[in-house]
């Protein structure tokens, strides 16, 4: 019986399917393991080679620990709500809801085929209402929440009104906005309704603001920094701009510090660690006002209070509240014109420009803080509106880029201390004499500061603080196909509907547009209202709002009282082993953390971090092939190709092929003139009678004709191979290049795995003999190889290990049922089908190897009894010698003269003496 991959495949995937194989309950008697892949987006592409390469990864793992007697949840669902389905639908009039799931039957037919051991009862799509509606209700958690500071967590928005009840806001200790109201216990009970709920607004976990975003006109919703490109969409190339606009935020500033020291307990790739701290940004430092003439002062922020006498102008962002007020009339055109030139750059790209210089004075001035010298204010772009305080006391002398603003502009610069260094000046541990000041002159860092801080408190300008990089995270997309949020509005505040109205359905609409005054889509629903009188918020969630408490929903996916029941996470606690991509770092990995914090604060869990360990997979490249055409004399294209060897004898140019009609650098001639149209009559030069292509590594494109399909491989060379294959390319971690080349070697493997069980006939047979010492040896090698590679996720060094161990038991002529059976068992997480096949021929009566026992490495097999030791005459290399290592020098003396191969060599001469080193060499000296 051959081995035939399809049959074989096809059998164990509905045997799984029908039997439920992989469903998890939360069992007592068995350790729990919960491996989790960053769920993927469904796009109408399906898959190619590269997107499996962490799912193999996590389910290999997760067979593996199956087999260690671990009850093992390992789920797989949809983050199904995104642009992409909008866009067909705003194109062809079909619903998002349809286009999506077609996608995911596509994703859910090419994940069965790979053949991943999912609970596929637990799956979860983000799209779906019974999913949705939770998501929905935690919003409403973090909107009946604030953040206490007294006493570290969130805390329910009841306990702040029984405060402001019983002592107004004094003594309040919360994160909050900057503008909250000083008020008494009596003046809040006779604030309107209104009122209240407005001061409420300022300290929930989920509120309304106004802010700076990237809008992009063209798809019609505002973008996250990471989907802005060079003042681009990073989907479809429109257009962003900076614009200010009314949008929920979360307050995830509110856990700055415990994301920051979250990162010490996870087993994290450090790379990704420095990502989040440097992303969280956390500062020490002092906030300064620089009076104004009017009420208000300008406030910034500085990690450097002692070069506040060094400071020679103010620079605010061109969003800054203050701008228009602070502009004079003289410079209002200047500085209008500059505001709607910033307009125009994504945050990413002012942050990211460093060599241009620009800016606008506003024609006003502020007052130094102790000094009360008149200080210039000026605007420019490379300070943000949403970062700090949107704006910063410029110090030339300690600072480049203020330094280079200086000189561009003229203005002055006023030296920190006696040191003629700008780069002294700006380290506090190289400063010279601080100068410019009566009261810090000759102090050190360390001694100015503090009472640099004094002083300002005293003057009521300025105190000690703490900031962050991170902002406040927008939540909200004026989109359709999105999570409605469940807020309606009554006198313009925000007001949740009842619990049990949930899930907020999403209406239907007559398109997936913009109204044509500007509204979200969903502002297009015909009687949509709460209650048929309050406005609905019209924006959706954001695309990460599903995909940041999804992990919750596979531990209880069915429950329709809550979103995890205490019974399942009380037993599941955290995901032991998540992988995915390095580039949600300081997206979804961050908004995941914080809102399961927020939930652990309310008491619906006890795990602070979500992940307890994450691996970033790399990327699997593409290897495009190309072919050469040959130019005509002016250069213009014919329809010549010449192979890759001659092509330096020809004037042409290098075009991308499709790389599946490429084999092992060798083009189907045939095919390629069905490949396009105009190359139906393509001629074509050959070296050897065949056109060899050439090759570059490029990432994986459809414009590049290099995407691979896996249904492709699987139907040629199976699942099992392409698992085997991708982890048999390179580390996991590691980004490395699809080469179709070497998976004929992987396919041979199994082939040889195949016949250690089947005679030269094909016929099954196993010998129940006992095996030899060398089989036990090759077993136990492979056993103690597999399990120290999979616990540390070197699964690239098992795979060569397996076809080592193979080669030595086909030499061993070994099919003994004692070595077969516990070396198919240790094959099992890797190549899943052939192994259960192999298992049901062994005679094994549990239908599914899935749940047998790793086999238990003993290292006495490993223990060498014998020793091939060379034997030197004179040192000179002569042979080698298999002998006992348990001989003493005595015997292995006599053994060796004795020994008529040695004879030979010391032709008649007399033996002056033997050098014997146990176990290394043997040296007779004549």
């Known amino acids: 019986m051959d081995y035939n ?203 309304l603001r106004e802010s700076t975003v990237n809008w992009c006109a063209a798809l019609g919703t505002v973008l996250a920094n990471d989907e802005v490109i060079n003042g681009v969409s990073e989907r479809g190339g429109y257009p962003v701009e900076q614009k200010k606009m009314m949008q929920w935020s979360m307050r995830i500033t509110a856990y700055a510090d415990r994301l920051l020291s979250g990162l010490d307990n996870v087993d994290w790739p450090e790379p990704l660690v420095e990502m989040q701290r440097n992303w969280i940004g956390k500062s020490v430092g002092a906030s300064v006002i620089f009076p104004l003439s009017h009420k208000r002062g300008i406030e910034v922020f500085t990690t450097r209070v002692d070069t506040l006498f060094g400071v020679s102008f103010v620079v605010l962002a061109p969003e800054h509240e203050l701008v228009e007020v602070l502009t004079t009339d003289e410079q209002r055109l200047a500085v209008e014109s500059y505001i709607e030139k910033t307009a125009k750059k994504s945050e990413l790209d002012r942050m990211a420009d460093t060599k241009s210089v620009s800016g606008v004075f506003t024609g006003s001035y502020a007052k130094h803080p102790i000094t009360g010298d008149d200080v210039q204010i000026w605007i420019a772009d490379y300070v943000l509106a949403g970062y700090g305080t949107g704006a910063v006391m410029a110090v030339p002398s300690g600072d480049q880029r203020d330094y280079v603003f200086a000189k561009h502009f003229n203005l002055p610069i006023i030296p ?114 709460y209650q048929d009188q309050y406005e609905y918020e019209l924006s959706t969630m954001p695309g ?69 360990k994450l691996i970033n997979q790399g990327m699997i490249q593409g290897r495009s092939n190309f072919v050469y055409r040959v130019l005509d004399d002016e250069g213009k294209g014919t329809n010549q190709f010449v192979s890759l060897g001659l092509k330096d004898q020809y004037n042409s140019i290098p075009l991308h092929v499709d790389v599946n009609i490429v084999y092992n ?38 414009s590049k ?36 080349n070497g998976i004929e070697g992987v396919h041979k493997f199994l082939r040889k795995v195949w016949r250690l069980f089947h005679d030269a006939q094909g016929n099954f047979n196993v010998s129940d003999e006992k095996p030899t010492k060398a089989e036990y040896k090759a077993l136990h090698k492979i056993i103690k190889k597999v399990e120290d590679d999979i616990e540390r996720f070197s699964f690239n060094t098992s795979v060569s290990a397996f076809m080592i161990c193979v080669n030595e038991l086909t030499d061993l002529k070994c099919n003994k049922r004692q070595i077969l059976q516990d070396l198919i068992i240790v094959l099992e997480s890797y190549a899943p089908h052939i192994t259960e096949e192999l298992w049901t021929l062994l005679g094994n009566e549990a239908g599914t190897i899935s749940y047998a026992t790793y086999p238990t490495f003993n290292p006495e097999y490993l223990v060498e009894s014998e020793f091939a030791y060379p034997v030197s005459i004179n040192g000179k290399m002569k042979m080698n010698l298999p002998l006992a290592l348990d001989l003493d020098a005595k015997a292995v003396e006599e053994i060796v003269i004795s020994n008529a191969d040695v004879q030979r060599y010391l032709d008649s001469k007399a033996v002056k003496k033997l050098i014997f080193v146990k176990g290394k060499i043997i040296n007779i000296v004549v």
């Open 5 to 207: 991959h399809r049959s074989i495949e096809q059998k164990w995937q509905k045997f799984w399917a029908e039997n439920q194989t992989f469903k998890t309950a939360e069992s007592t008697d068995k350790p729990k393991y919960y491996v989790l892949d960053m769920f993927p987006y469904p796009s109408g592409a399906g898959l190619h080679v590269g997107h499996p390469l962490g799912y193999i990864a996590s389910d290999i793992f997760s067979r593996y620990k199956r087999l260690k007697g671990f009850n093992v949840l390992h789920p797989m669902g949809y983050d199904s709500f995104g642009l992409p389905a909008e866009q067909y639908a705003i194109q062809t009039g079909q619903h998002p809801a349809i286009t999506t799931a077609v996608n995911i039957n596509r994703y859910r037919e090419q994940l069965d085929n790979i053949g991943f051991s999912y609970d596929w009862s637990r799956e979860v799509r983000t799209s779906n209402p019974d999913y949705y509606r939770w998501t929905q209700w935690i919003f409403m958690q973090l909107f009946n929440s604030w953040y206490n500071k007294d006493a570290g967590k969130a805390e329910s928005i009841d306990t702040l009104i029984d405060k402001f009840n019983n002592s107004g806001s004094q003594g309040i200790n919360a994160e909050s906005d900057e503008d909250t109201s000083v008020f008494s216990a009596a003046d809040w009970k006779v604030f309107s309704e209104e009122e209240q709920q407005r001061e409420l607004l300022k300290y929930r976990l989920a509120y």
């Open 416 to 529: 920190i201390s006696d040191s003629q260094n700008i780069e002294e000046q700006a380290d506090p541990n190289k400063n010279g004499k601080y100068i410019n000041s009566d009261f810090i002159n000759g102090m050190t860092y360390q001694e100015a500061v503090p009472v640099l801080v004094a002083k300002l408190e005293e003057l009521k300008l300025g105190k000690a603080k703490v900031n962050f990089r991170m902002r406040d995270a927008i939540f909200g997309r004026q989109r359709y196909w999105g999570e409605p949020v469940p807020v309606y509005f009554k006198n313009g505040m925000p007001y949740l509907i009842k619990e049990e109205e949930l899930p907020l359905l999403l209406p239907e609409v007559d398109k997936y547009l913009p109204t044509e005054t500007g509204e979200p889509p969903l502002g297009r629903a015909e009687g949509w209202k």
């Open 544 to 612: 990460w709002a599903g995909s940041s408490w999804y992990w919750f929903r596979y531990m209880d996916s069915q429950n329709q009282d809550i979103f995890v029941s205490k019974k399942a996470v009380d037993y599941w606690k955290a995901v032991d082993l998540y992988i995915g991509g390095s580039e949600h770092a300081t997206g979804h990995l961050l908004y995941s953390r914080f809102w399961n914090k927020v939930l652990k604060d309310l008491g619906f869990h006890q795990e602070e971090e979500p992940f307890k």
């Open 665 to 702: 650098d060798v083009l189907d001639t045939d095919k390629f003139k069905t490949f396009r149209p105009d190359f139906a009559d393509a001629e074509f030069i050959l070296e050897n009678g065949k056109y060899i292509c050439g090759t570059e590594v490029e990432k994986m494109s459809k």
């Open 705 to 740: 004709f290099n995407v691979v399909n896996p249904d492709d491989i699987i139907e040629t060379y199976g699942a099992d191979t392409l698992r085997l294959y991708e982890m048999f390319l390179g580390p996991l971690e590691q980004a490395k290049p699809w080469n179709t």
